[in-house]
């Protein structure tokens, strides 16, 4: 398994800007791809970026434009920048690692909320 602390959530006016970061303290296998998913209250969780270990990167639509994210091989580390955001984009953010073997594991969440 693969353990995984995020910081740099936050509160923020809309139009502002955050950065996430996904560290990675643990892991016995390779990581393959990581990503960052969100959760609103009373929604399901869904897809924010993803990047693979080769640099490819997918975005949800809804941040396209707004939302980068990056990966620091070297410290194992995954970034989330942030910007123009928005109220709808409040959530808490999970970072998420699938590894060579196939295992999938999960950050414990970082609250992000964007007032209006």
């Known amino acids: 398994q693969v353990q995984l602390v995020e910081s740099g959530g936050g509160l923020v006016q809309a139009g502002g800007s955050l950065r996430l970061s996904c560290a990675v303290s643990r892991t016995f296998f390779s990581i393959i791809a990581m990503g960052w998913y969100r959760q609103a209250p009373g929604k399901q969780r869904e897809l924010v970026a993803t990047i693979t270990s080769g640099g490819s990167t997918n975005y949800a639509d809804s941040v396209k434009g707004r939302f980068t994210i990056s990966r620091n091989g070297a410290k194992k580390t995954q970034y989330l920048q942030m910007n123009s955001l928005k109220p709808e984009d409040t959530a808490v953010y999970y970072c998420?690692?699938?590894?060579?073997?196939?295992?999938?594991?999960w950050g414990q969440g970082t609250q992000v909320t964007v007032s209006s």
């Open positions: 998420k690692a699938d590894t060579s073997r196939g295992t999938v594991s």
